[in-house]
């Protein structure tokens, strides 16, 4: 879900989000909170995390992402590197660097399939991946608000003489991606705790992800994350935790130089 909705806003306005973890973070403590303050069910919270998460997201678009849209790449990393940076020390000012878990029945709860033991919390989050990246999928593809964003991504000043706001469509984009990592926060907080930093794992995973997929094809995104998930768990298996990165960022590196363009980007002719 976080590679998906980096992609929609870099595929939108040709922007990294390097905050998209962050919000992963976001999503996390809000649930904990709702949870630990008004004893609300963490799989509810999320109505909660996403539209909350949603509004920031449209707020930091449209007062200071779209000001750098088409500027210098520095200009662009630094604003959303910046804005990681402020919400990590915001996080751990406000709320230390302690871990915070919700431990309930469900978080150990698991079942089992012709003798493979599956995890019920990390079920639910994948089948809830799957349902959401599957609706964003249907979005874009049968509303006019979803062709406008594949417009925008497409053609931007062509876009513009149809009569399509970029702004506002670029605003939608970005609140759209920052919900999808709220309520992967609100699925994390389950069975995974919450510190200020959590999100700079996910979001290098994102980045992965997103370039192994092809940046800008929401397609990839989904197939680049099912490989590093299968990656990541046999490679945790065969070799240990602790070497289960190797073996990620060594298929990263190989993909790549086999295909720079990505899993389903087009081959450049050099001329």
Request: glycine fraction near 10%.
């Amino acid at each position: 879900m976080v590679a998906v909705g980096l992609n929609l806003i870099f595929g939108v306005m040709k922007i990294i989000n390097f905050a998209q973890g962050e919000f992963i973070m976001l999503g996390m403590y809000i649930t904990y909170f709702t949870y630990t303050l008004w004893g609300l069910d963490p799989y509810l919270s999320v109505i909660i995390s996403a539209p909350i998460l949603a509004f920031f997201g449209a707020l930091f678009c449209r007062y200071a992402v779209t000001r750098v849209v088409g500027a210098l790449t520095e200009q662009q990393i630094f604003l959303t590197f910046g804005l990681a940076l402020t919400l990590q020390n915001f996080a751990l000012l406000s709320w230390k660097a302690d871990y915070k878990t919700i431990l309930l029945p469900v978080s150990y709860a698991s079942f089992t399939i012709g003798g493979l033991v599956i995890s019920l919390p990390r079920f639910i989050a994948f089948i809830t991946a799957l349902s959401l990246t599957a609706f964003l999928f249907v979005f874009l593809k049968s509303t006019y608000l979803g062709a406008s964003l594949r417009a925008v991504a497409q053609n931007r000043e062509a876009a513009m003489s149809l009569g399509v706001d970029p702004v506002r469509v670029s605003v939608i984009a970005f609140s759209i991606g920052a919900a999808l990592s709220g309520v992967a926060g609100t699925l994390l907080m389950v069975f995974f705790p919450a510190f200020p930093m959590v999100g700079f794992g996910f979001g290098v995973l994102a980045y992965i992800i997103v370039i192994m997929g092809t940046l800008g094809n929401l397609f990839g995104s989904l197939v680049g994350g099912l490989v590093i998930g299968i990656v990541e768990t046999v490679g945790g298996f065969l070799l240990g935790p602790a070497l289960k990165e190797v073996l990620l960022f060594t298929i990263f590196i190989l993909i790549l130089i086999v295909r720079p363009e990505g899993l389903f980007g087009r081959r450049m002719r050099v001329l």
